[in-house]
């Protein structure tokens, strides 16, 4: 049974379980998204900060790479990253810039490949990313699996006998970590094909897919 609790403006939340505290057993989280912090435009922003904030408040190290428009002011864009890793607790963001001009929509037309491409070209953070030696790699929507992609490729090198697509299921002791998919929308609902590949390959390549869904409750059903 959900528990039930109030704001001061009459809304009421509920949750299936009570909040916990921060965990024992910090983990460091690579966190990739197209939204995060600079010019977002939609909820899949919003949430994905919260998200991420939400595991740094659970105790977690959240590295956070999301995509940056080019038209965004660098000393703004600057004011808000840091360049030391996170710590248990703490969010740390990278960005990679993206044209502007594709900027503001979430679908096929999204800079998604100019964010993968950015990805690969990111030496710097390929290096950081090393540094920090994640222990799971949470992908927000379909957006972000060919980044993952490219990361993957630059900071855990293999053979040419790594298979492709990605093996979700690695179990080498020097294999990537583990990709997790969170799936906010289900954008293959509008029918368009790029939409339902790229999220059926954003399944394949994880080992496990989180579905953000509603439950909608009537009052006298929690009574």
Known sequence: MPSRSSDSAGGIFYSSQPMREPTSHPLRVLFLTLEFRHGTFSGNGVLSSSQAHGLA???HAVLVVSG????VNDD??????SDALPAAGEVSVRTLHVPGTKWGVLTAECPWVELAESAQLA???HAQIAAFAPHVVLGIDWHVTPTWRALRKRVWPSDSSDP??????ATSPSAYP???YSNYRVFARDGDRTHATMEREA???AVSTIAVSIFLFSYGQLE
């Open 57 to 59: 408040k659970a105790g």
């Open 68 to 71: 940056c428009p080019d038209d």
């Open 76 to 81: 703004e864009e600057s004011a808000n990253l």
């Open 123 to 125: 030496t710097a953070l």
């Open 164 to 169: 492709e697509p990605l093996d979700a299921h």
């Open 178 to 180: 583990p990709f997790v």
């Open 203 to 205: 399944i394949e390549a």
